[in-house]
């Protein structure tokens, strides 16, 4: 039968980039001129070649002959759940774009469950449809070091992320020992005191874990000055060094042995350098999967569950080569992709260095950084994300890097929104990290201050920013996330800032902030009592001076018996109007404490948000209030303490009209508010 004849199988959308002269379906689409259509597909991008079909027609695909059909039916047939319902009603979407060719399952009683197919390219592919990958076994092999030498070129070449004649040396860096061209021999492995001079250097961004850390001393660093012995390395400086040596460059930054370590004054100096130490070097080498220094970066990942399920294809296909499908995790994505994409939804660190305060801004601030995962590298740069088996490149979502780096360098930003917005996520995230030291909260950040301070953000005060502090008092501890703790009274951050919770957090009216949300308290001065000009960020406490209105109100408690699955057990009771909103803790002890004492709060209304789209389709809350629970302090007058913030929404059983959401001028409330602070009169107050 010749082309013109043929009858086009329903795979040959997926064939729009094979050579005619090699694959029969290419051949027979150029034939009928076939077209084709815009990808309709939600998951598919614009251009891809897109295929709607079912499993049975897979099937019956496969039986006529077709190898594309019958990889894919072979792939998806034996999905576990694909075996208990008729298989025409489970609808198969597949699309081919980016050099992927991509499935998506989708039940009467499931969700869309994904995945990727490919084949082994050391074998006969008779056409392009699956992209070839090659899985490799060590991330130290000769292959996975090739990869990293082709993005550093592309990245040299082709992005604006950085330009090297040489960036100036931190202060000590560890001269790993290159090979003099003239003698031909090594130099030892030591610290080396740097005069300012400009190098390419390379940083090492690691979890010190519980496993002692070689460290420089004021007792050893004369010695360390002159050699460290290889054997005295942990496995994750040692392979640090191995990266470095075979990119060809001399030096690398690694903190313990930059960093004399039981010098006050050298740590302060050396940690408030953070910004230009990662950001000025050449790259960062990110230890993802060692909990500790015995972890090492290298990873034989062979030996990681990764979800790739070898195709059992039919006997005719046996000369072709093997066919995997590389099943999606939760959240649609592989955990080792889950740290490079939109991480909002997470509710823990996926990996043991994203679970440390201090590496966050270690990220952030570095121009290009690859990452040693427990099953392959990953490659992050301003302008670019990788990884060794394509993935990455194909989803949409930004992750927190590019949109910091986005919201510094758009040309389009609104740069107050932008940057209040990304300081909020920077929050969120830094929020579920953990630090040895409590003493740190603030000054593991202090690189990260500085970069905003350096592109015109204004007035830093226990991590927050005076010019636009109002949607940063809108922050809530999770209460689906374990705990939450009081800082301890050793360290002293203000209460109504969100780094005073050692939980994780979340702010509310997000992306809001600046359209539906109004203001209705006002800060008078923001004031830090005590902030020690020096490179440390550390500061003791912080006023801030506020005039707006407040109400007396009780705390409740659902029993335990009686409790839901949102985890919203506490509310405030009006007891003038006998409503009830649910509050959110900072501190549930502290909630707790004061309900059995059968303590009054004292509640501030802060803001009020409207959204216009709820309300037309009549959903329940288009409105809500937030109001800021204080607690007076005894020791001092008209002075408060944060210690929770609580939602008060308009109810559906309120008429909503013109005169109910409009501001009055004298008493700027909307929906049920208006209510409660009916006859609150304004007045001037200080939050601790």
Not at 204 to 211: A, E, F, V, Y
Request: aromatic share 10%.
């Amino acid at each position: 039968m010749d082309h013109d004849d043929r009858q086009l199988c329903l795979c040959t959308a997926l064939h729009t980039s094979c050579n005619p002269k090699t694959c029969d379906e290419a051949a027979a689409r150029k034939a009928a001129k076939l077209v084709i259509p815009p990808a309709s597909f939600s998951s598919a991008s614009p251009g891809d070649a897109v295929v709607e079909t079912t499993i049975e027609c897979l099937r019956e695909s496969s039986n006529r002959g077709c190898w594309t059909c019958s990889i894919l039916y072979y792939a998806l047939k034996d999905k576990e759940y694909c075996a208990q319902y008729i298989s025409n009603s489970i609808r198969v979407s597949v699309w081919y774009g980016n050099g992927h060719l991509k499935v998506s399952l989708l039940g009467p009683e499931f969700g869309p469950t994904n995945g990727t197919i490919f084949l082994d390219p050391s074998q006969y592919i008779p056409c392009t449809a699956f992209p070839g990958l090659t899985i490799h076994k060590h991330t130290a092999s000769v292959e996975s070091f090739k990869r990293l030498e082709e993005w550093i070129q592309v990245c040299e070449k082709r992005h604006q992320c950085i330009k090297f004649n040489g960036s100036r040396l931190p202060r000590r860096v560890l001269d790993v020992g290159l090979k003099v061209t003239e003698s031909k021999k090594s130099r030892p492995l030591r610290v080396y005191e740097s005069e300012g001079q400009s190098d390419p250097y390379i940083a090492l961004s690691h979890c010190w874990g519980s496993s002692p850390v070689i460290k420089s001393t004021k007792a050893n660093i004369h010695h360390r000055r002159d050699f460290i012995k290889w054997e005295d390395l942990s496995k994750t400086f040692q392979d640090a060094v191995t990266i470095t040596r075979r990119l060809g460059i001399r030096y690398l930054w690694i903190d313990s042995l930059c960093i004399i370590q039981d010098d006050l004054e050298d740590w302060k100096m050396q940690s408030s350098q953070m910004l230009s130490i990662y950001h000025g070097a050449y790259l960062t080498i990110a230890a993802d999967h060692a909990e500790n220094g015995q972890g090492g970066c290298f990873a034989y990942s062979a030996n990681k569950p990764f979800r790739v399920e070898l195709i059992s294809l039919p006997e005719r296909f046996h000369n072709f080569a093997k066919a995997f499908i590389h099943w999606d995790a939760d959240y649609g994505l592989h955990p080792t992709h889950q740290n490079f994409t939109d991480t909002s939804f997470i509710k823990s660190p996926l990996s043991s260095l994203a679970a440390r305060g201090w590496t966050l801004q270690e990220r952030l601030l570095s121009r290009r950084t690859i990452h040693y995962t427990s099953w392959e590298l990953v490659w992050e740069c301003q302008q670019d994300r990788q990884c060794q088996c394509g993935r990455l490149s194909t989803l949409k979502a930004r992750t927190i890097m590019q949109n910091f780096h986005h919201s510094f360098h758009s040309k389009f930003r609104n740069q107050t929104k932008d940057l209040i917005l990304l300081w909020m996520d920077i929050a969120s995230d830094y929020s579920r990290r953990s630090l040895t030291y409590e003493k740190d909260q603030l000054v593991a950040i202090n690189g990260l201050a500085k970069y905003f301070q350096e592109n015109g953000m204004q007035g830093y005060i226990a991590g927050n920013w005076t010019a636009s502090i109002n949607p940063m008092l809108l922050w809530f501890v999770d209460p689906s996330v374990g705990p939450n703790i009081r800082r301890s009274d050793e360290y002293i951050v203000p209460s109504w800032s969100w780094a005073s919770s050692k939980s994780t957090l979340r702010f509310f009216g997000r992306f809001d902030v600046f359209e539906q949300n109004r203001y209705v308290a006002r800060i008078c001065s923001a004031t830090p009592l005590a902030a020690a000009e020096n490179a440390s960020g550390q500061l003791i406490g912080g006023e801030l001076c506020v005039i707006g209105r407040t109400i007396m109100l009780r705390l409740g408690h659902i029993p335990e018996e009686e409790q839901s699955s949102t985890l919203l057990n506490w509310y405030l009771v009006c007891e003038r109007s006998s409503t009830i909103c649910y509050a959110y803790p900072d501190y549930r002890s502290e909630f707790e404490t004061m309900f059995n004492r059968g303590e009054h709060v004292t509640g501030l209304l802060w803001s009020v948000m409207y959204d216009p789209a709820l309300a037309l389709k009549d959903i329940q809350s288009p409105v809500s209030s937030y109001i800021l629970i204080l607690k007076h302090d005894p020791q001092h007058p008209n002075h408060y303490r944060r210690v929770g913030i609580a939602i008060l929404m308009w109810s559906r059983r309120e008429k909503l009209s013109r005169s109910t959401i409009e501001i009055n001028k004298k008493l700027p409330v909307i929906g049920r508010a208006k209510y409660w602070f009916k006859d609150a009169k304004l007045s001037k107050l200080t939050i601790i």
